[in-house]
């Protein structure tokens, strides 16, 4: 099993930067594939984007603004956020899970493993 916990969300301004923390517990998951995902008031989940084999993965809708990275050492995994807009105000997911398939990175069933949520809120 695995425990991820996020961390970093708050109040930020338009075109500011914030970065998000996800702490994994219970088993070193430097193997795993992970994922940011988010859910805006009134909507479903949606991807953000994916770390997996060194390789990432974005939304268009980040793409070039959102950067993830990961710190094995601590068993932490970042979501780097950039020229932010009042519309990615949202609550922010990590998910992880082991051996995805590339062409699934962008599912929200491709993983197992979840952490709490923490809300970013962007003001205009």
């Known amino acids: 099993q695995v425990q991820l916990i996020e961390s970093g969300g708050g109040l930020v301004q338009a075109g500011g930067s914030s970065r998000l923390s996800c702490a994994a517990s219970?088993?070193?998951?430097?193997?795993?594939?992970v994922a940011w995902f988010r859910q805006a008031p009134g909507k479903g989940r949606e991807f953000v984007g994916a770390l997996s084999g060194g390789n990432t993965l974005y939304a268009n809708s980040v793409e070039g603004r959102f950067t993830i990275s990961r710190d094995n050492a601590k068993n932490t995994v970042y979501l780097h956020m950039d020229s932010l807009k009042p519309e990615d105000t949202a609550v922010y997911y990590c998910?992880?899970?082991?051996?995805?398939?590339?062409?699934?990175?962008?599912?929200?069933?491709?993983?197992?493993?979840w952490g709490q949520g923490t809300q970013v809120t962007v003001s205009s």
């Open positions: 998910a992880a899970d082991e051996a995805i398939h590339p062409a699934k990175l962008r599912f929200l069933s491709a993983y197992d493993y």
């Open positions: 219970g088993r070193t998951f430097a193997n795993y594939a």
